[in-house]
């Protein structure tokens, strides 16, 4: 082609012109994250993770086991050479060349999809060698020496993301997929990438907020949360929506929910498909929903005895109230579970016996293994996360970057690469949007939590205190229905049960289900995905033990759960139209689940 030739200086154009826009917008982002930083407190804190004391004992480890350390380095080594011999042959047109294996190799995983990084040599290579060596990584910063558990477990997650921010797919220069895209678009995508980066760091008020679906295609109450309903009672911590009948008769108690508020209570109500809220309604209970708020500094002086009573008990009153009965069902999820365990157990010492059962999803009651969140509470953790919290709450941005950092080649370097470099819009997910539907904690509620609960374990070691009482697992009475998820990387299945063996009650029903903390909880039945295994037998020590003698069923616990609860519900009624006794203040879903971080003034 003549260097004079028409396309090509139109195309040369077009890629300056991008490139000329990309400098502006990058100038653009440095000055706004500047801008940020220079408004922020400066933390008192160098190492606000803590971090040092595990990479310390991992150092020394090493040092006091420098035969297993030398093996395993050249056990390194003489892969990589075979690596390279490969790879050379390859080059040299051997293509039929087999690469050579590893017992630790890493799975190369979605995020090497690209048919390039199989077919082209040299980034099959750096594709490969990188497998190699992180996966070489992870074994031996878990092998390696005698560790203090918490310690080891800390060194193994800080190592893992730190090689995963060195995966290959996320250098510009080092993707194909990318360079790619940004030769057949002329610098376009990189020009879309940088401009949606300027928007998240002024939606995140100058920190990266990455946006994961698009936040424009859902609306709470429009696409979500729209089973009917009404708020029939209210104060400053939380709306409480009666839901509509769909049947002519309901079962006499009603089912109050008391969901996390690290999370907005909709996951129960995602869709019409998905929601329990409307099948537990058209399976004939009256249900009940706590909203919580999304707090800020009016909530500053909240404690976790104040979410007791001004939350947990209020919405028994009101719902106890409206039905005119003298008791109820309890559902709870995640951390509205532990909330609701202290609530059982001072009922249980009081000897109130206004919940006729309770049901745990995903819930931790014993913090002894209480998985990979752990890796951030500790004495010093907790001081640096009392330092963002001065104000009276921790804002919503910094919990969700613990949650996405849990997995954050899923949730944080693929839609870097996919949104940033790629210039592609993401995907919209209902799920998504509501795990970015972020919210703050209380300081005074979320210090209670990390420090008597993550730190200190101290329901389970029965040194725990509400109320004024001194409460234990074994004080918690009634029947109990616990469900776990097999793949739960938040609330571990064998944190769970572990705790559900503590409890000291005869009825108490455990069921795993098949998938993970959301998936395995928000399952409906005409769905047909997954399945639960069932025991009454809580006897075996641990979860392996007792999977072993458990039925496996196929399809959603949720029907398991239906049969147990009915048995539990006395008589049926007529129908319960929403407040009639309370009255309505507004239709569901309520004001205060539609209050988003992202969109409060500064």
Same mark, same amino acid.
């Given at each position: 082609?003549?260097?004079?030739?028409?396309?090509?200086?139109?195309?040369?154009?077009?890629?300056?012109?991008?490139?000329?826009?990309?400098?502006?917008?990058?100038?653009?982002?440095?000055?706004?994250?500047?801008?940020?930083?220079?408004?922020?407190?400066?933390?008192?804190?160098?190492?606000?993770?803590?971090?040092?004391?595990?990479?310390?004992?991992?150092?020394?480890?090493?040092?006091?086991?420098?035969?297993?350390?030398?093996?395993?380095?050249?056990?390194?080594?003489?892969?990589?050479?075979?690596?390279?011999?490969?790879?050379?042959?390859?080059?040299?047109?051997?293509?039929?060349?087999?690469?050579?294996?590893?017992?630790?190799?890493?799975?190369?995983?979605?995020?090497?999809?690209?048919?390039?990084?199989?077919?082209?040599?040299?980034?099959?290579?750096?594709?490969?060698?990188?497998?190699?060596?992180?996966?070489?990584?992870?074994? &031996? *910063?878990?092998?390696?020496?005698?560790?203090? %558990?918490?310690? #080891?477990? @800390? /060194? !193994?997650?800080?190592?893992?993301? =730190?090689?995963?921010?060195?995966?290959?797919?996320?250098?510009?220069?080092?993707?194909?997929?990318?360079?790619?895209?940004?030769?057949?678009?002329?610098?376009?995508?990189?020009?879309?990438?940088?401009?949606?980066?300027?928007?998240?760091?002024?939606?995140?008020?100058?920190?990266?907020?990455?946006?994961?679906?698009?936040?424009?295609?859902?609306?709470?109450?429009?696409?979500?949360?729209?089973?009917?309903?009404?708020?029939?009672?209210?104060?400053?911590?939380?709306?409480?929506?009666?839901?509509?009948?769909?049947?002519?008769?309901?079962?006499?108690?009603?089912?109050?929910?008391?969901?996390?508020?690290?999370?907005?209570?909709?996951?129960?109500?995602?869709?019409?498909?998905?929601?329990?809220?409307?099948?537990?309604?058209?399976?004939?209970? &009256? *249900?009940?929903?706590?909203?919580?708020?999304? %707090?800020?500094? #009016?909530? @500053? /002086? !909240?404690?976790?005895?104040?979410? =007791?009573?001004?939350?947990?008990?209020?919405?028994?009153?009101?719902?106890?109230?409206?039905?005119?009965?003298?008791?109820?069902?309890?559902?709870?999820?995640?951390?509205?579970?532990?909330?609701?365990?202290?609530?059982?157990?001072?009922?249980?010492?009081?000897?109130?016996?206004?919940?006729?059962?309770?049901?745990?999803?995903?819930?931790?009651?014993?913090?002894?293994?209480?998985?990979?969140?752990?890796?951030?509470?500790?004495?010093?953790?907790?001081?640096?996360?009392?330092?963002?919290?001065?104000?009276?709450?921790?804002?919503?941005?910094?919990?969700?970057?613990?949650?996405?950092?849990?997995?954050?080649?899923?949730?944080?370097?693929?839609?870097?690469?996919?949104?940033?470099?790629?210039?592609?819009?993401?995907?919209?997910?209902?799920?998504?949007?509501?795990?970015?539907?972020?919210?703050?904690?209380?300081?005074?509620?979320?210090?209670?939590?990390?420090?008597?609960?993550?730190?200190?374990?101290?329901?389970?070691?029965?040194?725990?205190?509400?109320?004024?009482?001194?409460?234990?697992?074994?004080?918690?009475?009634?029947?109990?229905?616990?469900?776990?998820?097999?793949?739960?990387?938040?609330?571990?299945?064998?944190?769970?049960?572990?705790?559900?063996?503590?409890?000291?009650?005869?009825?108490?029903?455990?069921?795993?289900?098949?998938?993970?903390?959301?998936?395995?909880?928000?399952?409906?039945?005409?769905?047909?995905?997954?399945?639960?295994?069932?025991?009454?037998?809580?006897?075996?020590?641990?979860?392996?033990?007792?999977?072993?003698?458990?039925?496996?069923?196929?399809?959603?616990?949720?029907?398991?759960?239906?049969?147990?609860?009915?048995?539990?519900?006395?008589?049926?009624?007529?129908?319960?139209?929403?407040?009639?006794?309370?009255?309505?203040?507004?239709?569901?879903?309520?004001?205060?689940?539609?209050?988003?971080?992202?969109?409060?003034?500064?």
């Amino acid at each position: 082609m003549a260097d004079d030739d028409p396309t090509l200086i139109e195309q040369s154009a077009e890629m300056a012109a991008n490139m000329a826009e990309v400098m502006e917008t990058s100038q653009k982002i440095w000055s706004k994250f500047l801008e940020a930083q220079a408004s922020e407190t400066p933390s008192q804190n160098a190492d606000p993770l803590n971090t040092m004391p595990a990479w310390l004992a991992l150092g020394q480890a090493m040092y006091d086991n420098p035969k297993q350390v030398a093996d395993a380095t050249l056990e390194l080594w003489a892969s990589q050479a075979a690596l390279w011999q490969a790879a050379t042959l390859r080059w040299m047109g051997a293509k039929d060349q087999p690469l050579p294996e590893h017992p630790h190799k890493a799975q190369a995983g979605k995020r090497f999809a690209h048919k390039e990084w199989s077919e082209n040599a040299l980034f099959d290579y750096i594709k490969e060698s990188y497998l190699l060596t992180s996966g070489w990584i992870n074994h &031996t *910063v878990h092998t390696v020496g005698d560790m203090d %558990p918490r310690a #080891r477990k @800390k /060194a !193994e997650f800080y190592t893992r993301t =730190l090689v995963e921010a060195m995966n290959p797919a996320n250098f510009f220069a080092l993707n194909p997929e990318v360079l790619e895209a940004t030769a057949e678009q002329r610098g376009a995508n990189l020009v879309r990438g940088l401009k949606m980066m300027l928007k998240d760091l002024e939606r995140g008020k100058g920190q990266l907020l990455i946006r994961q679906t698009d936040m424009d295609a859902f609306e709470v109450g429009r696409d979500m949360a729209v089973t009917s309903g009404q708020v029939v009672f209210q104060n400053d911590i939380l709306q409480l929506i009666q839901y509509a009948p769909t049947t002519q008769t309901v079962y006499a108690k009603p089912i109050l929910f008391i969901p996390p508020w690290i999370n907005k209570y909709y996951v129960l109500d995602l869709n019409e498909k998905k929601s329990m809220v409307k099948w537990l309604v058209g399976q004939g209970y &009256t *249900v009940f929903m706590i909203s919580w708020v999304n %707090p800020d500094v #009016r909530q @500053k /002086a !909240e404690t976790w005895d104040s979410y =007791l009573t001004k939350g947990a008990m209020a919405a028994m009153d009101a719902a106890l109230a409206e039905t005119g009965q003298k008791s109820l069902h309890v559902a709870s999820y995640c951390i509205g579970g532990t909330l609701t365990g202290t609530l059982m157990a001072y009922l249980g010492k009081t000897g109130d016996k206004r919940i006729a059962s309770a049901t745990f999803f995903t819930a931790q009651l014993d913090f002894t293994d209480a998985g990979e969140l752990q890796v951030f509470v500790d004495d010093e953790t907790i001081k640096a996360v009392d330092q963002e919290m001065e104000q009276g709450y921790l804002p919503a941005q910094k919990m969700a970057a613990a949650f996405n950092m849990l997995r954050s080649n899923d949730l944080i370097w693929s839609y870097v690469v996919n949104n940033y470099m790629l210039g592609k819009d993401p995907f919209p997910f209902d799920l998504l949007y509501w795990n970015a539907d972020s919210t703050s904690m209380p300081a005074h509620v979320h210090h209670f939590y990390l420090e008597n609960f993550y730190d200190r374990n101290s329901l389970a070691r029965g040194r725990l205190s509400v109320l004024g009482r001194p409460i234990t697992l074994a004080d918690i009475k009634g029947p109990v229905y616990h469900v776990a998820t097999k793949e739960d990387h938040i609330a571990p299945a064998a944190s769970v049960y572990h705790g559900a063996r503590q409890m000291a009650v005869a009825n108490v029903r455990f069921v795993l289900s098949g998938s993970g903390h959301i998936a395995g909880v928000v399952n409906p039945p005409a769905a047909g995905k997954y399945q639960y295994w069932t025991n009454e037998d809580l006897s075996p020590d641990t979860l392996e033990e007792w999977l072993a003698k458990t039925e496996e069923r196929p399809g959603s616990w949720w029907v398991d759960w239906d049969q147990w609860l009915s048995a539990k519900s006395g008589r049926q009624v007529k129908a319960r139209a929403p407040g009639k006794v309370l009255g309505t203040l507004e239709p569901a879903p309520g004001a205060y689940v539609k209050v988003r971080f992202d969109k409060r003034p500064e």
